[in-house]
């Protein structure tokens, strides 16, 4: 079997370049660099890495499902400031011996996701790694409009979520404790599906901060809090919830582990013994499923898809109902 | 000791915050992304993987070389295109048991490299790894000039050079062999020094291609021939070789080894044994000193510090005095 040991350090960037490039890339693969439109006369730049056994598992994703995911959580990052996403650039390592085949399927899922909002890959790096890592930077043009940052919360705003809470985290959390479904909580961890229209929906809002949802809830409004100088209270009721766990299924191929400690909340016994997280806790501390949460003026009438989910006051911090969350008083948020 | 564990996700980027940023950073570290002024109306990306035992070695290299090499390399890359670097963004994978101490001069030493050249880290990402990888993206500004390609060599062109030949694997070679001198080679291999003046030197003088030698002479400019349609003919006697290794003293703490395979000529026997490679081929093949090539109209005159090496012709491929090189032959080139 080819190994990308044999194809060199060109040969995944000549792979990358049988795919047509979007209107973007003026000077794709194959130089020292790209060369990318930047029409607003400034570009957005984030960069993320994602390291095997940490941020995704090979038995449980497929290289597919890895190249969407590492796209994604990057071009979620490039929309959370209100740009439109334009190119990718891919670092890629993994040991000599990881087939052709799998680093195709890891470039063709990132190709994927980005066609789903017009950005190509521009270029990118293969090395020789013991460790499998991506490491994606996404660029973004702002279309002459401001970024939009996590410091224009105000005292008076409402706090919004776009897209999923929880998802992911649930669909983890049934990997780790060998259950085969739900299905959509599984494909929700392995695939995140961030809303890509979501910036443009909170700019016709007229919204004032907005980040995306990568490291939970709580922790990513504490950013906007923090940034903006504000308090946010969350309201519980509000909060959109993930399916319940209650009624997943054990494998008949796996056997049930004790989950990790401080990743999930036990608050009632499921099957074969795994104790099943708290959906409210899930939705409230789980990252990845790219969910935009955004502050606006108060009164803002939302579309479809757009969920209130608490107020900006005076003060700092972030609180639920009023009260300091703490990862040991879980209980508090239990409906 | 406090470690990077300790610190967070975040805690390596704040500590970068309190460096200064440039001008071309409107928005460094802290939001979703970067905003980094791109005043030409298109940016210059492009992004390497630096991963420990590959590219470094912990024990052969301080944090702070490694730091300065990985943002050399990249902002080479930028200046080859003929552009300004404005800004780098940094993924850094590490245990998370490694000291703050070693993120904090790595940092150091990618923050003074980027100063050379008037570039800020504008953001970046953190992440645990058993293996340390360090992936720069580097982007810069055109100013209205067309950028510096691969393709745009002529028959009839001469080839020159900007900067060392075969200094880093002289290096390299010196330390795989428990070697420690000449100082000044190890140096150029733990820390490059591309000179970050040659494009716009290379503007002046009517460039038609450029690029940065990281794979070897022989190897890179067969990359402008493929790209250009050309032929290139390098005369030995024109290249500039490194300071001979033939004085090499052996530590007194070390035991020399046998070099790796392919890695080396051997041409004659020094001390300990250890067989000293050809500078011809350590020029020709040795890359990481991130030299420029570039191809310019004949009968062009240079000012010090460019040093014409061959030239341009009809037809394909790269050969040295009229010969197709082949590792394999190196007794060839030999002067």
Known sequence: MESIGDLGEFGLIRRVTGRPMGPDVLLGPGDDAAVIAAPDGRVVATTDVLVEGRHFRL???????????????????????????????????????????????????????????????AGGDTVGSPTVTIAVTALGDLGGAPPLTRSGARPGDVVAVRGRLGWAASGLHLLENGLDGPAELIAAHRRPRPVYTAAEEARSLG?????????????????????????????AALVPLPPSLAESSVSRDETPTIPSEGKTSPSESGVGGVPVPDPLHLALTGGEDHAFAATFPGGT????????????????????????PSLRGWDHFRS
Do not use: C
């Not at 390592?93 to 799998?102: I, Q």
């Not at 579309?303 to 109902?321: F, K, L, Q, R």
């Open 59 to 121: 038995d449980w994703s497929s290289p597919y499902d890895i190249g969407r995911k590492a796209a994604a959580q990057n071009l979620a990052d490039v929309v959370a400031m209100g740009a439109r996403p334009t190119a990718l650039l891919v670092g890629f390592g993994a040991p000599r011996t990881t087939s052709v085949e799998w680093a195709r399927r890891l470039t063709d899922g990132i190709v994927d996701e980005a066609d789903l909002v017009g950005a190509s890959i």
């Open 207 to 235: 919204v004032t901060s907005m980040m995306d949802v990568s490291d939970g809830l709580l922790q990513d409004l504490g950013h906007i809090a923090e940034l903006s100088g504000v308090a946010i209270d969350i309201t």
């Open 301 to 324: 009438s939302f579309p479809a898809g757009w969920t209130i989910v608490g107020h900006v006051a005076e003060g700092a911090g972030v609180t639920v109902d009023g009260s300091v």
